[in-house]
């Protein structure tokens, strides 16, 4: 199958600072990327969606200053934290798509905030 | 999007076939179901896609009655490797949003 990374695969930062996480696609162009978040013992919850060369869409409750969405590329898609706080520490996981097709998941990115 | 219902755990042993079952009444005429798998600490994976009777893959086989407003995902012969969260999902075909339900932890023992 189709094959997503990224990358950190785990931070630890200070509370206030800015951290940025990658996701890429690394065989096939995806029109549609996907972040979404997960606590401890939880389900995924879906963050937003970002299209190729257009904003994110996000869902409802989550802040698009804080969480800022870039999909440059049809290969990559950036979540950047803006000014951590220990209530953001969790595992965030993207998605990829190619048009119509399945959507194939990321390894992960597990975030501490100290 | 229809909402799912799956037992929250589920113990096995190693070898044995596993069957979970998943509830979705008020599924829409255009929905698919789709199950995932997910490890700790790791990004959730596919593992089989249906829309009625059945289907089967290398992994798993997928059961759906005639009403649709149930599947059964099952494993056949599953090892320690199977122990994982398992997420059963509907809406449409390869629809951007997916809405992950609290999941069955699947537990295997040796």
């Known amino acids: 199958g189709a094959v997503v990374s990224q990358h950190p695969s785990w931070v630890i930062c200070k509370s206030g600072t800015s951290v940025k996480i990658e996701c890429r696609s690394l065989d096939f162009q995806a029109t549609t990327m996907f972040w979404y978040r997960q606590f401890p013992k939880q389900s995924l919850m879906l963050m937003a969606t970002s299209n190729e060369g257009s904003k994110a869409t996000y869902e409802q409750g989550v802040e698009k200053d804080k969480f800022l969405i870039n999909h440059a590329s049809l290969t990559l898609s950036t979540l950047t934290v803006t000014s951590a706080h220990p209530e953001d520490s969790s595992f965030y996981i993207c998605?990829?798509?190619?048009?119509?097709?399945?959507?194939?998941f990321g390894p992960g990115t597990r975030l501490l905030v100290l | 999007l229809a909402k799912t219902t799956q037992p929250i755990s589920m113990d096995s042993y190693e070898g044995q076939e596993v069957n979970i079952t998943c509830s979705h009444n008020n599924i829409a005429t255009n929905d698919y179901i789709t199950w995932y798998q997910q490890f700790p600490s790791q990004g959730p994976r596919f593992i089989i896609q249906?829309?009625?009777t059945k289907v089967t893959n290398e992994v798993a086989s997928l059961f759906i009655p005639a009403d649709r407003k149930s599947s059964t995902l099952s494993l056949p012969r599953v090892s320690l490797s199977d122990t994982a969260v398992y997420y059963c999902?509907?809406?449409?075909?390869?629809?951007?949003?997916?809405?992950f339900g609290t999941g069955t932890r699947l537990q295997v023992f040796p």
């Open positions: 999902l509907v809406g449409p075909y390869n629809t951007d949003k997916l809405i």
């Open positions: 249906g829309y009625k």
């Open positions: 998605s990829a798509r190619a048009m119509q097709e399945t959507q194939y």
